[in-house]
Nanobody, 132 residues
C-alpha cells in the first residue's frame, strides 16, 4: 500500500513555529521529487490548484517567494520522511498543508516542480492555523 502520512499541524501564534512531517509508506523517497503544497477551503471549492510552498529533489530545492527565509524543506532518507520547518508564521500561512510525491520516471534526478499537477501521490493534509 502506497501512502503518505502527514503530521505536525496545529495552532500557532503569529511569529511562532511548527514542523510538519510526512512519512512515506510502501515505497522509498530516494528516487523522487517531494513537494509541500497548501490550500484554503474557498480556493478548493472554486477549483483552484494547490499553492506550491516548497519542494526538494536530489539535485534542487525550491520555495515560493512568500515563504522564502521562513520555511525550510528537508529530508531524512533513513526515516523515509520529509519535513517542512515553518518559522515566523503569519496569519496568511493558515491553510491545509499537503505533502506530495512525483513518482513519474526518475523525478529525483531533476529539478523539483512547483506545480501541483506534477505530483501523483498525496498525503491526507494537515491543518495549520496561525492566529492570536
Amino acid at each position: 500500500q502506497v501512502q503518505l502520512v502527514e503530521s505536525g499541524g496545529g495552532l500557532a501564534q503569529p511569529g511562532g513555529s511548527l514542523r510538519l512531517s510526512c512519512v512515506a509508506h510502501g515505497f522509498s523517497l530516494d528516487y523522487y521529487s517531494i513537494g509541500w503544497f497548501r490550500q484554503v477551503p474557498w480556493k478548493e471549492r472554486e477549483g483552484h490548484s494547490r499553492e506550491g510552498v516548497s519542494c526538494i529533489s536530489n539535485v534542487s530545492t525550491w520555495s515560493s517567494r512568500s515563504v522564502q527565509g521562513r520555511f525550510t524543506i528537508s529530508r531524512d532518507m533513513a526515516k523515509n520522511t520529509v519535513y517542512l520547518q515553518m518559522n515566523s508564521l503569519e496569519p496568511e500561512d493558515t491553510a491545509v498543508y499537503y505533502c506530495a510525491v512525483d513518482r513519474k520516471g526518475n523525478s529525483g534526478a531533476v529539478h523539483c516542480a512547483p506545480e501541483d499537477y506534477e505530483y501523483d501521490v498525496w498525503g491526507q493534509g494537515t491543518q495549520v492555523t496561525v492566529s492570536s
